[in-house]
Nanobody, 122 residues
Framework: VQLQASGGGLVQAGGSLRLSCAAS????????MGWFRQAPGKDREFVVV????????YIADSVKGRFTISRDNAKNTVDLQMNNLNPEDTAVYYC????????????????WGQGTQVTVSS
């Protein structure tokens, strides 16, 4: 499975960005897709995950109410809509795919995109 993320950029606090992730290859093996982020000097942290079959989602408390994940199974894409961004959201955002289930731990994800930078200015 190959993942290609896009949509990062620079935005002012309170603004919005939409990230997209396109999967290719053995996409039939995907059980869930998620977004993680990593700020400089910090560990990679969970943001949100969506079940590929049922569509159920789980989202981190830090972004709940501001971020929304959506999927398009026909196109093998997952989008992350980020609203009301603040400087603490600044990080490299990674999409990831898990062939085994739904998890919030980055250690359990087998496939990763290349990352896209999101910078929120105050």
């Amino acid at each position: 499975v190959q993942l290609q993320a896009s949509g990062g950029g620079l935005v002012q606090a309170g603004g919005s960005l939409r990230l997209s992730c396109a999967a290719s290859g053995r996409t039939f093996s995907i059980q869930s897709m998620g977004w993680f982020r990593q700020a400089p000097g910090k560990d990679r942290e969970f943001v949100v995950v969506v079940s590929w079959s049922g569509g159920g989602t789980y989202i981190a408390d830090s972004v709940k109410g501001r971020f929304t994940i959506s999927r398009d199974n026909a196109k093998n894409t997952v989008d992350l809509q980020m609203n009301n961004l603040n400087p603490e959201d600044t990080a490299v955002y990674y999409c990831a795919a898990d062939p085994r289930g739904t998890s919030t731990s980055p250690k359990l994800y087998a496939y990763w995109g290349q990352g896209t930078q999101v910078t929120v200015s105050s």
